[in-house]
């Protein structure tokens, strides 16, 4: 519909290859940058218009941040890649024979394509648990959380039965990686050190929080050392740590961890991913998690120009399927961008691209707003240096400048005031129950 | 539950007046505030748990500022007066014998009460219109405001037929108040200026922006002359406006305002507020606005102990009722605070309290991103400086100093940039039906 002055240049540029990437995550939206200057036109799809940076996720649900501070728009972080577009749409199937992505009856012709859809939380089976716990992996889930929690705060203070305040202050978070570790530090500050002074009624430092876990350690990607000084904080912050304990059973009394029955209406569930249903568009098969097995090039086998990366990919290195976090994600994107220039300008002599090869840059955990944890090469720290490295390593990780800049004044905020700027209550979609008394409230 | 040392004060308290706000707005807020030192127990309810900023509540639907940077949480503002408790639940009734206020199944009892329940948006008898139209008044609206902008954008950039992009891109605005202008301007900037170069094959320039009022000119509550200026500026943003069109119907299909039948599934309504039902609370007949009619101390006639203020209250003054906006609601609050405490402690000689009389320090309203227009007593100013005085004048007004910080960066970069950082599409909720061609797309 446009008439523009590049109209011709447009034209033209419908003559180079099609890139369809599917999913603006880290992995889709570092294939799309490194494409920027290659001789390809890119379209970026994705169910959103945002890229999400998921490791600041829990600070939305805690109410230490606001949603659009981790996210920007797809369009606007690709709008001076001229040859790329963004679509927001729902990717509903793809015909690898005829190179098609379709979005319900629209679809895409590509030259190649890159999988890169993500994952959801993996209820290992029990899908009927979701009705009853938050997952954390949208900024819907994230809203829903922060409502739940500062509901169960406001429900507890005009509680007049000490046992139903109780069971509102009970939270139970399912899955000690590093999101079910952050969750409850940051929720243990809230009950314990932000909101207590603001309660007239209910004494908040009963509240409960319960770390359940059905591996025998928390934290078990890290070394075992780092994983036990994060534990000793926990405890120190008032978290319960149950190790070893699986869950079999939540419903809209608590949840049973191991032989006990824990009474509370508030769960959220960080215990695992499970790949998006991208394997039967592909007719690949996949393993428990749901992800695809790729070669050494990250493309499927009968199909070499149909890449899978991230969260959707089991690439095995060191005979183990790689981790489904970020930095994995986004090193793949960028091979794969990389892959690509190379199969379309080959320059004679030059050696066809490696394998690719994962480089772990280490890892780290936040807990509380005073320690961390991180693991960087054969270096391992614990403590107040570690939490200022996590806190200068996300702020740079950021994707834009404007978002760096108000997260470190929201954290500048929050930590040195020990307060909590967004603590919105609005429409209740919380899954507690309405616990009204029936007796007159006398305050 | 709280075993204090302060119990004894808590409990010596408990034989002081008890004051109850219903509602947390700018009148509510403001009596709690002016009560603090007083010899009294206060109790704020509202339904939600925050203080709402309403007057940049446009800002959040157009992407500008994220919600919690126009609101605070109503328990941290009161944090400090001992004496004042905050609940958050839905009022359902009063029962002015027994002067008790019931919640569902709870109730308090007062000794005062401070009825500042708010407003919503008035349809003027045609509540199937809500259907189909947004209002803003609740965050909840904004974000639905916000979620049905940025997706038309969207679904304007894949429809295939041009008709159904025009359609998409057509933005109607019912009602030319502040509200209504400010919005307008918004989205005429979002439009105009800075979304064009983000999209590759929609030509946002298209988009109509269309402003309706049944009166004969935009902004009647502000002099004519300032009226023409911002009507004036409003057309050179390329907003349509259409004055003396009263709407007479909505639907999935459009609108039809005056004679013609606009196509549209944006619809956003800003034509007047209703105030909440209390009248049948308080056994009171109310005028057409859902207004009670209070006597010279903002009491009502039985009641002397009930005060009515702000969007609820009808007060005549000059022979017209008051406007519902934030000032009326704030100098009322402070009034009825001093009434309570001059009544609780008078002193020998002294006059009683005059009645109320507002004092109206002006009126102000921005359009666009440079330009304003203003009337403060005699002075009327219209353009850039009104502009900066109107961003002044509102960061002041802000509840709480990270906000006003926040708010201002925001602006800065939004204003300087041309950029709007929160432009975030989750959930669909929106309004637009799915307007996917049948064809496949060829980008």
Redesign the interface.
Same mark, same amino acid.
């Given at each position: 519909?446009? !008439?523009h002055p590049d109209q011709q240049q447009?034209h033209a540029s419908k003559t180079m290859p @099609?890139v369809v990437i599917i999913g603006a995550g880290f992995g889709g939206l570092q294939v799309a940058l490194d494409l920027a200057d290659a001789p390809v036109?890119v379209?970026v799809v994705d169910r959103? !218009?945002?890229h999400l940076f998921q490791p600041l996720l829990y600070q939305v649900a805690t109410g230490t941040i606001?949603?659009?501070?981790i996210?920007?728009?797809v369009?606007?972080i690709l709008?001076k890649q001229k040859h790329t !577009?963004v *679509?927001?749409?729902e990717v509903t199937n793809v015909d690898t024979e005829r190179q098609?992505v379709w979005?319900?009856?629209?679809?895409? @012709?590509y030259d190649y394509l890159v999988v890169a859809a993500g994952s959801h939380e993996n209820y290992f089976g029990h899908d009927e648990w979701r009705t009853y716990s938050h997952s954390l992996k949208?900024?819907?889930d994230a809203?829903n959380i922060r409502q739940q929690l500062?509901?169960a705060f406001?429900k507890a203070? *005009?509680a007049h039965d000490?046992q139903i305040?109780r069971e509102l202050l009970t939270f139970v978070i399912v899955g000690a990686g590093p999101t079910g570790v952050e969750l409850a530090g940051d929720i243990a500050d809230l009950a314990h050190k932000v909101l207590p002074?603001?309660?007239?009624?209910?004494?908040l430092h009963?509240t409960r929080i319960i770390l359940v876990e059905a591996l025998p350690r928390i934290l078990p990607a890290f070394p075992e050392t780092l994983a036990e000084k994060a534990h000793k904080k926990l405890r120190e912050m008032g978290v319960e740590i149950k190790t070893q304990q699986g869950v079999t059973r939540i419903d809209g009394e608590g949840v049973k961890a191991g032989e006990e029955f824990i009474r509370t209406q508030t769960i959220f569930w960080t215990a695992g991913v499970q790949a998006s249903e991208v394997s039967s568009w592909l007719g690949e098969s996949v393993d428990r998690a749901g992800r695809i097995s790729v070669g050494a090039n990250l493309n499927i086998a009968h199909h070499p120009n149909v890449f899978v990366i991230g969260d959707n990919a089991s690439y095995i290195q060191n005979n183990r399927p790689l981790p489904a976090v970020a930095p994995v994600a986004q090193q793949q994107g960028s091979y794969v961008a990389r892959f690509i220039k190379q199969q379309l300008a080959p320059q004679s002599g030059q050696k066809p691209l490696d394998t690719f090869v994962y480089h772990d840059k280490g890892a780290m955990c936040a807990i509380g707003t005073d320690f961390g944890i991180l693991k960087v090469g054969r270096t391992e720290m614990a403590g107040f240096f570690a939490w200022i490295a996590w806190l200068l390593v996300h702020i740079l990780r950021l994707i834009s400048f404007? !978002?760096r800049? *108000?997260v470190m004044?929201?954290w500048g905020?929050a930590y040195l005031s020990s307060?909590r700027?967004?603590?919105? *209550?609005?429409?209740s979609k919380a899954k507690t129950k309405?616990q009204?008394?029936?007796e007159?409230? @006398?305050?």
């Open positions: 519909m446009k !008439n447009e @099609h036109r379209t959103t !218009n945002h606001s949603p659009a501070e996210s920007a728009p369009r606007h709008r !577009n *679509i927001m749409a098609l979005m319900d009856e629209q679809s895409l @012709h949208t900024i819907e809203r500062f509901e406001e203070e *005009i000490e305040a002074q603001e309660f007239r009624h209910v004494d009963m404007e !978002n800049l *108000i004044l929201q905020w307060q700027r967004v603590r919105l *209550i609005t429409t309405s009204l008394p029936k007159p409230v @006398h305050v």
